[in-house]
């Protein structure tokens, strides 16, 4: 049994999976969006003509595209350290790497989305709107893009050999970090997009 | 595998539920169902996903409250 398994046995609280920094990291970070989301329902309550005008002017196809691509890449990662766990870093590597890539098309398709709403002129200081939306899905973007940086080096290492169903913990850390920028497009997407 | 089996039907649930919540959208009262099925992604990635189900009782109660914090907080503000 690896050192990784008898961690997860005991079950204790200063080891979840990933480790206790990172969740650390994620629990904040999770709050953090989740104030920028009540304040921009709060803004929603005090404009709701102007949100509403807004909130219908934003296309759902983008957000709903890259929540599937998302959700998709946290597939793909969950199954790269299933294939670690047992060796099988060929599997890992080429699971981390489809993540990577769906990483890169969220980014992508964020960019176009971007450049699609400056080009009509709705930039962070349009409004109270657009202001909210640019700091979230912005900040939010700077997440991924660090994500795919991390992915990258994980996708290397595990190719490298570097990374075994002996060591995984950097790849298991990763991940969560990873999933943790899928959690948070699930908490801002139907806000943004939908209601 | 097992892992990987439910891995995949957890990625459709999350497909099939993300698809729900948009073709929902626009229906009176829609909204509440949406925020709904976010917190029960949120909590399907957490548990499957980020492997929740294999930590401390701690970290499931945390997820739960966040996922609850989400809720009530639209709920209030929607």
Redesign the interface.
């Known amino acids: 049994m690896s050192e990784n398994e008898s961690v997860y046995e005991d079950s204790s609280v200063f080891y979840p999976p990933g480790g206790i920094l990172i969740w650390l990291i994620m629990m904040v970070e999770i709050m953090t969006f989740l104030g920028g989301v009540f304040i921009f329902m709060y803004y929603r309550n005090i404009d709701t003509e102007a949100f509403s005008f807004y909130s219908n002017q934003m296309n759902p196809l983008w957000g709903t595209v890259n929540t599937l691509v998302l959700i998709t890449s946290g597939y793909f990662m969950a199954n790269s350290l299933v294939k670690l766990r047992v060796d099988d870093t060929r599997g890992a590597s080429r699971y981390i790497l489809w993540a990577l890539l769906f990483g890169v098309l969220f980014l992508s398709i964020k960019t176009v989305e971007y450049y699609l709403k400056l080009n009509e002129g709705l930039g962070m200081g349009y409004d109270t709107f657009f202001t909210l939306y640019w700091l979230m899905t912005g900040f939010h973007f700077i997440h991924v893009l660090f994500g795919v940086g991390l992915l990258s080096y994980m996708h290397i290492g595990i190719k490298r050999k570097k990374y075994s169903a002996e060591d995984f913990s950097d790849v298991e850390a990763s991940g969560t970090y990873w999933h943790m920028c899928d959690l948070i497009w699930i908490l801002i997407f139907p806000i943004l997009y939908l209601i | 595998?097992k892992?990987?089996r439910t891995?995949?039907l957890?990625?459709g649930i999350?497909?099939g539920l993300?698809?729900i919540?948009?073709f929902i959208?626009g229906i009176q009262g829609?909204?509440y169902i949406?925020?709904l099925?976010?917190a029960i992604?949120?909590l399907s990635?957490?548990f499957?996903?980020?492997?929740?189900k294999?930590?401390?009782v701690?970290?499931k109660v945390?997820s739960g409250i966040?996922a609850l914090?989400?809720i009530v907080?639209?709920i209030i503000?929607?």
């Open positions: 595998m892992e990987l891995n995949k957890f990625w999350l497909m993300t698809l919540g948009v959208n829609a909204g949406i925020v099925i976010s992604k949120f990635v957490l499957q996903f980020v492997e929740t294999k930590a401390h701690f970290w945390t966040l914090i989400f907080g639209v503000l929607y």
